[in-house]
T-cell receptor
Framework: KAGVTQTPRYLIKTRGQQVTLSCSPI?????VSWYQQTPGQGLQFLFE???????NKGNFPGRFSGRQFSNSRSEMNVSTLELGDSALYLC????????????FGNGTRLTVT | SQKIEQNSEALNIQEGKTATLTCNYT??????LQWYRQDPGRGPVFLLL?????KEKRKERLKVTFDTTLKQSLFHITASQPADSATYLC?????????????FGTGTQLKVEL
């Protein structure tokens, strides 16, 4: 089975721009979660989608948004980028039940200059 | 406020010894606790899950304990090897009436030396 695929792997953007990150989950997984990872804050939960509906949301500003398509693929968008948005963005898929583990991709490294 | 604490300092041990990592939490009532391993430049990889009504779980050289009274989980790697060197993350899942919101600790870096 193919793992979780995130594209692009690296991205460099300028302050004020917007960015879209993509995530293809493991086949059969209906839940996709997004996390931001920085050295100081660790892994911070952004949101979770299940069957195209946002099911949970973390404490991030509205500039961070996402969506999930009918094939479970997901995208995350960040508008009006700030320097502090520089981070590793990780996507994880799962079956969506409480006891199902997360399967992570290797992330998109976003640098905002 | 809710907190998940893991040893922020790196743990250095000798090959063949048992590594013990700690995860403490406050103001949570997790239904599940999970442990992940993360290597540099890669996403975390799931290792073990333990439920709130379980005391201990084992998988090969790995063992996890979960004490909901102490609000603590211990993660043990027996007969450690240099290949076990990585950052280990604990994560709590709280059932909120729908959805998976897994909250992670900041991780402990383990280095196994020859």
């Amino acid at each position: 089975k193919a793992g979780v695929t995130q594209t692009p792997r690296y991205l460099i953007k300028t302050r004020g721009q917007q960015v879209t990150l993509s995530c293809s989950p493991i086949s059969g997984h209906r839940s996709v979660s997004w996390y931001q990872q920085t050295p100081g804050q660790g892994l911070q939960f952004l949101f979770e989608y299940f069957s195209e509906t946002q099911r949970n949301k973390g404490n991030f500003p509205g500039r961070f948004s996402g969506r999930q398509f009918s094939n479970s693929r997901s995208e995350m968008n960040v508008s009006t980028l700030e320097l502090g948005d520089s981070a590793l963005y990780l996507c994880a898929s799962s079956l969506g039940t409480g006891d199902s583990p997360l399967h992570f991709g290797n992330g998109t490294r976003l640098t905002v200059t | 406020s809710q907190k998940i604490e893991q040893n922020s300092e790196a743990l250095n041990i000798q090959e063949g010894k048992t590594a013990t990592l700690t995860c403490n939490y406050t103001n949570y009532s997790p239904a599940y606790l999970q442990w992940y391993r993360q290597d540099p430049g890669r996403g975390p990889v799931f290792l073990l899950l333990i439920r709130e009504n379980e005391k201990e779980k084992r998988k090969e050289r790995l063992k996890v304990t979960f004490d909901t009274t102490l609000k603590q989980s211990l993660f043990h790697i027996t007969a450690s090897q240099p290949a076990d060197s990585a950052t280990y993350l604990c994560a709590l899942l709280i059932l909120t009436g729908g959805g998976n919101k897994l909250t992670f600790g900041t991780g402990t870096q383990l280095k196994v030396e020859l």
